[in-house]
């Protein structure tokens, strides 16, 4: 059962290595293409914060943002490979910022090819961030094994 849970993790994090690894060969000086698609859908989102919030964004390279995300994913996955809930919590935390800002989908009229291309992206990143929370959730119900208990054990069948 380890086994299969161990392969499990690898498949799930197979997304997240594959698009950090994408990311880091494309990254260049400037950040790569994944600069270049993200700036104006950021520059949306400050707009739209800022206008919401009265809080301004900080001006900063797109391209810090890439590199950011790409250590999200690179670090989490290879932690989570291992069963560490620390590797969710990156993920999760990659999620958390790449979903609303890559996958605009209510900036786009329902009738448009592109809101439903995004919708779909959307809903599938909400999936892996409910598959992930799923395995923090499932971690943590389980009791954890302590020395303890099993030099209790072991001094009852003596």
Same mark, same amino acid.
């Given at each position: 059962? %380890? ?5 499990? /993790?690898?498949? #799930?994090? $197979? ?8 990311? #880091?060969?494309?990254?260049?000086? &400037? ?14 989102? $400050?707009?739209? *914060? ?8 900080? &001006?900063?390279? @797109?391209?810090?943002?890439? !590199?950011?995300? @790409? !250590?999200?994913? %690179?670090?989490? $996955?290879?932690?989570?490979? *291992? ?17 609303? @800002?890559?996958?605009? #989908?209510?900036?786009? &009229? ?14 599938? $990143?909400? %999936? ?6 799923? *395995? @923090?959730?499932?971690?943590?119900? *389980?009791? /954890? /094994? ?13």
């Amino acid at each position: 059962m %380890a086994f299969l849970s161990f392969v499990g /993790r690898v498949l #799930f994090v $197979s997304v997240f290595v594959l698009s950090a690894w994408q990311e #880091f060969n494309d990254f260049g000086v &400037d950040g790569g293409s994944a600069a270049t698609a993200l700036t104006p859908k950021f520059n949306v989102l $400050s707009k739209h *914060f800022t206008t919401h919030t009265g809080f301004q964004v900080p &001006d900063f390279e @797109i391209k810090f943002l890439v !590199a950011g995300a @790409i !250590a999200l994913k %690179a670090i989490g $996955s290879l932690l989570f490979v *291992f069963g560490s809930t620390i590797g969710a919590t990156l993920l999760i935390l990659h999620q958390l910022i790449a979903t609303p @800002i890559l996958y605009d #989908f209510y900036n786009y &009229d329902m009738e448009k090819k592109e809101f439903l291309q995004l919708f779909i992206k959307f809903a599938q $990143s909400l %999936a892996l961030l409910g598959g992930l929370l799923f *395995f @923090i959730g499932m971690k943590n119900s *389980f009791p /954890r /094994r302590s020395s303890t208990t099993k030099k209790a054990a072991k001094n009852k069948t003596n």
